[in-house]
């Protein structure tokens, strides 16, 4: 018995020796997993400049935010020439984009994390402050009544029996909403993209569109032959502030976005970017 015993000492002391010799080993490969994680978070502002260019996902087909010009081979459109600004005043010039229908941009920035920031008409909300954090506002929009050019439609009374279209996602599908509950319009259609929308006006499947006016004045202003036309004798509803919006932890890029937007403001470039896309003194926000 006394020799069993002794084995069986010696066995147990063997497994806890090989025991600690694991566990610490263990340890430490966890603590440089850790280290090696924590390595890999890196600033976003500081991962924009390594790579030298600015990852942006934007509405699809809403040209009039961002588009590339088959011509000029650029990016173009309110937003963008904001955002390429911004990005110059940064040292950085290159701007990519990643097309996602507007319902689902905000949730393509805090799922994607190849991009950088969310922009195309984003109205900051008390919803959508509750995922994402803002820039200051870079300007503001109204929503525009568009019809055809020769319709009947000239007062917002005439849309009681009218199918009004509206693009998915937006503030403007919750009104359009709204209006068909109180018996203002007839019916709602719903749209994924701006581009759908103000097609569907042209071909008169619908008679007419709530559309941010932003959309419709750098539409109208591209390309004046197109038949369509803002109702003139309407008082729009609803008032937005546009922003950037960009992930809640990226702090450091949110106070220089927010630096450059102040500066653009401060000497008149802002403002001139927006006359040069339709806009005017009613879309400005001076601070």
Known sequence: MKKLSKKVLILITIINFFGMIFEGSAGR?????????????????????EKGEITVTSPQNDVSYFYIDPSMKKIEGTE?????EIGSRLGISKIET??????????????????????GGIFITTEREKIVAFTQPIYKATEAV????????????????????VEKGTVYESMG????NDKIIKD???FENSTELLD???KRKIDAGLVDSVIVKYSLLKNKNIPLRILKDYTPELSGNVAIAVRKNDKTLLNALNEKIKEMKADGTLYAILVENGLDKNNMISN
Request: charged residues 25%; without cysteine.
């Open 177 to 180: 909403e709204r209006w068909k």
């Open 188 to 190: 709602i259609t719903i």
């Open 146 to 165: 568009v019809v055809p050019t020769f319709s009947n439609i000239n007062f917002k009374s005439d849309l009681k029996n009218a199918v009004v279209g």
């Open 29 to 49: 490969y966890d603590s440089r997993a850790i280290v090696t994680n924590v390595s890999e978070q890196k600033d976003r502002l500081r991962l924009i400049k």
């Open 200 to 202: 569907a006006i042209y």
């Open 80 to 84: 963008a020439d904001i955002i390429t």
């Open 98 to 119: 990643r097309n996602s229908p507007f319902v689902n941009l905000l949730d393509k920035l805090n799922t994607d994390d190849s991009i950088d920031i969310a922009s």
